[in-house]
């Protein structure tokens, strides 16, 4: 029962680098989302998808560019990496449901670090 | 301006005891609410959740209340064992939001043997 699979689970990266963070369900989910947790504060939406070949930005998108070219796959892109990007960054998938009434799943990170 | 407020930051209840993690919302389009059990260096995993035409809703040891006048819902663990502590995030949606949610900052629960 793999779920949700994000990887690297760790990362350092430069000022100005840049990266894609990987995040891959296989539980055929239609809605994917990703969120960034900074030190004592909740989850933050930053992208989300409804399905392939459709996204839309959440609460904190700047910075980052995300493309969903397959139902399993949901990849986050960081271009000229910054300190304050600096986090925990959660991958989450759903089935779909009325309305928007079902839990969504998550994976178990990965902790970047910009220095 | 947080939506959904979590005010505890920490709790600290004794194993067999109940306990009782409190959320207040502001937003009253909220209409599905949920709690996430989080370890150290683990995703969130969903606990339970309740729909705002509930006031209540149980899963064995869980239970979540929803006061919907008062904007507020709170989790109760009965009893709760040391395999409970964790960060408890309280979070909540808008019907046709696509099922986005908005967390609360959460609450670190200990449960002492």
């Known amino acids: 029962n793999a779920g949700v699979t994000q990887t690297p689970k760790f990362r350092i990266l430069k000022i100005g680098q840049s990266m894609t963070l990987q995040c891959a369900q296989d539980?055929?989910?239609?809605?994917m989302y990703w969120y960034r947790q900074d030190p004592g504060m909740g989850l933050k939406l930053i992208y989300y998808?409804?399905?392939?070949?459709?996204?839309d930005k959440g609460e904190v998108p700047n910075g980052y560019n995300v493309s969903r070219s397959t139902t399993e796959d949901f990849p986050l892109r960081l271009e000229l990496a910054a300190p304050s990007q600096t986090s925990v960054y959660f991958c989450?998938?759903?089935?779909?449901?009325?309305?928007?009434?079902?839990?969504?799943?998550f994976g178990d990170g990965t902790r970047l670090s910009i220095l | 301006d947080q939506q959904v407020k979590q005010n505890s930051p920490s709790l600290s209840v004794q194993e067999g005891r109940i306990s009782i993690l409190n959320c207040d919302y502001t937003?009253?389009?909220?209409?599905?609410f949920l709690w996430y059990k989080k370890y150290p260096a683990e995703g969130p995993t969903f606990l339970i959740s309740?729909?705002?035409?509930?006031d209540k809703n149980e899963d064995g040891r869980f239970t979540v209340f929803l006061n919907k006048s008062a904007k507020h819902l709170s989790l109760h663990i009965v009893p709760s064992q040391p395999g409970d502590s964790a960060v408890y995030f309280c979070?909540?949606?808008?019907?046709?939001?696509?099922?986005?949610?908005?967390f609360g900052k959460g609450t670190k629960l200990s449960v002492k043997p």
């Open positions: 989450a998938s759903r089935p779909s449901g009325t309305g928007g009434n079902q839990p969504q799943h």
């Open positions: 539980m055929n989910h239609n809605y």
């Open positions: 979070a909540a949606s808008v019907w046709g939001s696509q099922g986005n949610l908005i």
């Open positions: 937003n009253s389009m909220f209409d599905y």
């Open positions: 998808s409804v399905g392939a070949g459709i996204t």
């Open positions: 309740i729909s705002s035409i509930k």
